[in-house]
């Protein structure tokens, strides 16, 4: 159980292009999807928190109006990258949390790997 | 704010060797901590939580954790590591109520040798 799919799992774009990244919970509902940026031999890092049916909380620095987040049921989050650069590159995660409070456990996608060309 | 520290980017050590890789955090509220292994072009896969109950946390693939609020550290260990153990370990913390976000460690890389 819990799991979780991204769509597509690589990408590559022009300079300038957007693209959209799925995730998905597969066999359960996730009333909040976080979306996580990893650069090459880094952590991850926090772009934004997705709560089903409101707006996306973006984390300091991220710009809202470049990374569009729509969570518009409980088993879907896009992420699109609007006007990419190659400084876009990067493997974006996503998380889903399940919807049992105090377990705070995170089920993670395989990840999305963009590269702007 | 809450944090977390890993000892060692990288940590390389013989086929059946102990396994450790430390994590220490910082949290100003009860934390839950979790540890996560990526495997090369993948996503995070959990290996095991401690969300205030035992303080020993077993978790998948062998490896088990201990929570020490003492020391404020919740080192990943496994008896007797195998190939396929070779990963990035990630250790997270996050507050233990909401839906908080997951705060990571900077990773560490293990190898194991033949």
């Known amino acids: 159980g819990a799991v979780v799919s991204q769509h597509p799992s690589w990408v590559i774009c022009k300079s300038g292009t957007s693209v959209k990244i799925e995730c998905r919970s597969l066999?359960?509902?996730?009333?909040?999807m976080f979306w996580y940026r990893q650069f090459p031999k880094q952590s991850l890092m926090l772009m934004a928190t997705?709560?089903?049916?409101?707006?996306?909380?973006?984390e300091q620095g991220v710009e809202k109006d470049k990374f569009l987040i729509n969570h518009a049921s409980l088993t879907l989050s896009t992420l699109t990258v609007t006007s990419a650069h190659p400084e876009d590159s990067s493997f974006y995660i996503c998380?889903?949390?399940?919807?049992?409070?105090?377990?705070?456990?995170?089920?993670f996608g395989p990840g999305t790997r963009l590269t702007v060309l | 704010a809450q944090s977390v520290t890993q000892l060692g980017s990288h940590v390389s050590v013989s086929e059946g060797a102990l396994v450790l890789l430390r994590c220490n955090y910082s949290?100003?509220?009860?934390?839950?901590l979790f540890w996560y292994v990526q495997y090369p072009n993948q996503g995070l896969q959990l290996l095991l939580k401690?969300?205030?109950?035992?303080?020993l946390v077993k978790g998948i693939n062998g490896f088990e954790a201990e929570f020490k609020k003492s020391e404020t550290s919740f080192h990943l260990t496994k008896p007797s590591a195998h190939m396929s153990d070779a990963a990035e370990y990630f250790c997270?913390?996050?507050?233990?109520?909401?839906?908080?976000?997951?705060?990571f460690g900077k990773g560490t890389r293990l190898s194991v040798i033949a």
């Open positions: 998380s889903a949390k399940t919807g049992a409070r105090g377990t705070d456990t995170q089920y």
């Open positions: 066999d359960f509902q996730a009333t909040t």
């Open positions: 997705s709560n089903e049916g409101s707006k996306a909380t973006y």
């Open positions: 949290s100003s509220v009860p934390p839950y």
């Open positions: 401690y969300t205030s109950a035992a303080t």
């Open positions: 997270a913390v996050s507050r233990n109520s909401g839906n908080t976000p997951l705060v």
